[in-house]
């Protein structure tokens, strides 16, 4: 209430919560963020399109099924303006919208929704696959299907870190867009999600400027976006170009930016930047039990075995099931299996595999 101590919270029934912290406001809002029982048939780590996917069938089809979510749900789905390729909506739309409908979709058939839990480990107990969470506690399960996506990779220039949440953004785009009205704009990045936040920002920002290391938009990013961008008149492309530095206090002022070719660099006034420099999978927490690739995707089916055979810890006389990782019972699915699509379709379709897969896990042990 001074002012030192925020953010302060006011709930609907007065309560003030003073810097509360995630499962702390969870609560207030109606959230769940306790497991209501002790086993499961399914535990679904990761609440975006595909974890989402996975609680709607598995629910939808009789697995006593809980979700767990480490912040809210909707994943970096949920972060997106306009989805624009998503089966079924001709016209578009936002993420937020969409993995919304998923979660009601999925509590309306049962599944239990967690969130601000992190999960932290995943034991083996006999049959049972042991789900923990950072507070220590845990849930069990007869299977578990890993959702976790991937997160934005960070930039390392000097200011970044300090001015992240004051003018630096990662990918949340949606958010901040109200504040950016009449401002200067940069993007970081070449891919469709840093062309979708332009053309989201463009509406309302002064200007917007996308910075990107490559020659062109066109070898990363679809045409139709290309296209857009070089139809908006206030959207320009600066390629070749990356960010030295970022300056502010409090918030961010300017950016110090480098052109790659000449070396040359350019102090430019910013009050937003946005990134979207590539993502990697949050799964250091999986070392010493499933599978990883080099980058620390996690493998499944066929990506698991070498000339025909399963991994040496393998034991059982069948392969590994298609999306099922080096642990029996331990599914994956979306954007955290290694060389899986990157898009909401085949996120929410994995889920749904995954599912089917638990099904036959199921029936034969
Ligand atoms: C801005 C943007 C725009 C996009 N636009 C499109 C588009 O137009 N069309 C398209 O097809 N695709 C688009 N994509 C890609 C698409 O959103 C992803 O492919 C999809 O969200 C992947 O779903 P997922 O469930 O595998 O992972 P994610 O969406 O990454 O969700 C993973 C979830 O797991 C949670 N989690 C992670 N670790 C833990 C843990 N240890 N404990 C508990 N929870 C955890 C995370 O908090 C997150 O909510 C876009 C992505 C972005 C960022």
Same mark, same amino acid.
């Given at each position: 209430? *001074? =002012?030192?101590?925020?953010?302060?919270?006011?709930?609907?029934?007065?309560?003030?919560?003073?810097?509360?912290?995630?499962?702390?406001?969870?609560?207030?809002?109606?959230?769940?963020?306790?497991?209501?029982?002790?086993?499961?048939?399914?535990?679904?780590?990761?609440?975006?399109?595909?974890?989402?996917?996975?609680?709607? @069938? =598995?629910?939808?089809?009789?697995?006593?099924?809980?979700?767990? %979510?480490?912040?809210?749900?909707?994943? #970096?789905?949920?972060?997106?303006?306009?989805?624009?390729?998503?089966?079924?909506?001709?016209?578009?739309?936002?993420?937020?919208?969409?993995?919304?409908?998923?979660?009601?979709?999925?509590?309306?058939?049962?599944?239990? /929704?967690?969130?601000?839990?992190?999960?932290?480990?995943?034991?083996?107990?006999?049959?049972?696959?042991?789900?923990?969470?950072?507070?220590?506690?845990?849930?069990?399960?007869?299977?578990? /299907?890993?959702?976790?996506?991937?997160?934005?990779?960070?930039?390392?220039?000097?200011?970044?870190?300090?001015?992240?949440?004051?003018?630096?953004?990662?990918?949340?785009?949606?958010?901040?867009?109200?504040?950016?009205?009449?401002?200067?704009?940069?993007?970081?990045?070449?891919?469709?999600?840093?062309? #979708?936040?332009?053309?989201?920002?463009? $509406?309302?920002?002064?200007?917007?400027?996308?910075?990107?290391?490559?020659?062109?938009?066109?070898?990363?990013?679809?045409? @139709?976006?290309?296209?857009?961008?070089?139809?908006?008149?206030?959207?320009?492309?600066?390629?070749?170009?990356?960010?030295?530095?970022?300056?502010?206090?409090?918030?961010?002022? #300017?950016?110090?930016? $480098?052109?790659? *070719?000449?070396?040359?660099?350019?102090?430019?006034?910013?009050?937003?930047?946005?990134?979207? /420099?590539?993502?990697?999978?949050?799964?250091?927490?999986?070392?010493?039990?499933?599978?990883?690739?080099?980058?620390?995707?996690?493998?499944?089916?066929?990506?698991?075995?070498?000339?025909?055979?399963?991994?040496?810890?393998? %034991?059982?006389?069948?392969?590994?099931?298609?999306?099922?990782?080096?642990?029996? =019972?331990?599914?994956?699915?979306?954007?955290?299996?290694?060389?899986?699509?990157?898009?909401?379709?085949?996120?929410?379709?994995? =889920?749904?595999?995954?599912?089917?897969?638990?099904?036959?896990?199921?029936?034969?042990?």
């Amino acid at each position: 209430a *001074d =002012g030192q101590r925020l953010p302060l919270v006011i709930t609907p029934d007065g309560t003030p919560l003073i810097e509360p912290d995630a499962p702390e406001l969870a609560s207030h809002v109606g959230l769940a963020t306790t497991p209501e029982a002790e086993f499961y048939d399914l535990v679904v780590i990761g609440g975006g399109p595909a974890g989402l996917g996975a609680a709607v @069938y =598995g629910a939808s089809e009789g697995l006593r099924t809980v979700l767990v %979510e480490r912040s809210a749900t909707g994943g #970096q789905a949920g972060q997106s303006s306009r989805i624009e390729n998503y089966l079924g909506f001709p016209d578009g739309v936002s993420g937020g919208q969409l993995t919304d409908r998923a979660r009601r979709q999925a509590a309306k058939f049962g599944a239990e /929704i967690l969130t601000a839990r992190e999960v932290t480990g995943l034991e083996v107990n006999g049959a049972a696959r042991v789900v923990r969470f950072s507070d220590g506690s845990a849930v069990a399960a007869h299977s578990v /299907i890993l959702a976790t996506g991937v997160s934005y990779r960070q930039l390392l220039a000097p200011g970044c870190d300090a001015l992240t949440g004051c003018g630096v953004y990662y990918g949340s785009a949606l958010t901040e867009a109200a504040s950016c009205q009449g401002q200067d704009v940069y993007i970081v990045g070449g891919a469709n999600s840093a062309g #979708q936040a332009a053309m989201y920002l463009a $509406r309302g920002a002064k200007s917007v400027t996308l910075l990107v290391r490559g020659e062109s938009l066109a070898a990363s990013m679809s045409h @139709y976006l290309v296209q857009q961008i070089e139809e908006a008149p206030n959207i320009s492309v600066r390629a070749r170009t990356v960010v030295e530095a970022a300056h502010g206090e409090g918030h961010l002022e #300017q950016l110090t930016l $480098r052109d790659v *070719d000449s070396g040359a660099s350019e102090l430019v006034d910013a009050q937003w930047m946005f990134v979207f /420099i590539g993502a990697a999978p949050l799964t250091d927490w999986l070392d010493g039990t499933v599978l990883r690739d080099g980058r620390g995707f996690i493998l499944a089916g066929p990506d698991l075995t070498t000339d025909g055979r399963p991994p040496a810890q393998w %034991e059982l006389d069948r392969p590994p099931y298609h999306l099922e990782t080096s642990i029996p =019972g331990v599914f994956v699915a979306g954007d955290a299996r290694a060389e899986s699509a990157k898009r909401v379709a085949s996120a929410v379709g994995e =889920g749904a595999m995954a599912v089917m897969l638990v099904h036959r896990y199921l029936e034969q042990s």
